[in-house]
């Protein structure tokens, strides 16, 4: 059984550039969840979904990002421009039941902006 | 401000030894769940704990959950390599969000 699937795992691009990360949570889940890991800041929630709507995006750190759930099995994270302060990893996780639900991560996505 | 906080952030200690990593809130959970994250990948769930003074062993681990559902702790006998990797913890307020602890980084040197 396939887990929480993300792309690309490795993302090296210039200031400025547009990122889209991506993300196939696993089948049957009903909520998603972007995070951000650093070592600085560690583990933040960036957004939330529920049944394919934002619930919370309060985490998002500004304009410059963006997520959309098209449907249940898709979700994008995308940062334009992006700026050397977003090189982080960045996760896609999946629940069942809402956030009280076991959250099940992807492999995540390193990114680096130069 | 840290919300769930994690002790000690680091540790290193030898193969066979036992140690504790603590996480401690004032906040109170109604369920606190324990991950294991190995380099280049993501958290991997260990154990939730739910009810006040609830243990759970899985293997070498023991998870306790304390009695007003404020903190927790894992314990870990006769450390093995690996064991190695980034604990953390997390918190539900039975909301929509985790409370993420900053994490303990566990090295078992063999």
């Known amino acids: 059984d396939a887990g929480v699937i993300q792309s690309p795992r490795h993302e090296v691009t210039e200031m400025g550039q547009e990122v889209t990360l991506r993300c196939k949570p696993i089948?049957?889940?009903?909520?998603l969840f972007w995070y951000r890991q650093t070592m600085m800041r560690g583990l933040e929630l960036l957004i939330y979904?529920?049944?394919?709507?934002?619930?919370?995006d309060s985490g998002m750190p500004e304009d410059r990002f963006s997520a959309k759930m098209p449907n249940a099995s898709f979700s994008t994270l995308k940062i334009q421009p992006s700026e050397p302060r977003d090189s982080a990893v960045y996760f896609c996780?999946?629940?069942?039941?809402?956030?009280?639900?076991?959250?099940?991560f992807g492999p995540g996505t390193r990114l680096t902006v130069t | 401000t840290q919300l769930l906080e994690q002790s000690p952030q680091f540790l290193s200690i030898q193969e066979g030894e036992n140690l504790t990593v603590y996480c401690n809130s004032s906040s109170v959970f109604s369920s606190l769940q324990w991950y294991r994250q190995e380099p280049g990948e993501g958290p991997v769930l260990l154990v939730t704990?739910?009810?006040g003074g609830e243990v759970k062993k899985l293997k070498r681990l023991t998870f306790q959950f304390g009695d007003a559902r404020k903190d927790s702790s894992l314990h870990i006998t006769a450390a093995q390599p690996g064991d190695t990797g980034l604990y953390l913890c997390a918190g539900d307020r039975s909301n929509y969000q985790l409370i993420w602890g900053a994490g303990t980084k566990l090295i078992i040197k063999p």
């Open positions: 089948s049957g889940h009903n909520s």
């Open positions: 996780a999946s629940s069942f039941g809402g956030n009280r639900g076991e959250q099940y």
């Open positions: 704990v739910v009810t």
């Open positions: 979904f529920n049944n394919n709507v934002p619930i919370d």
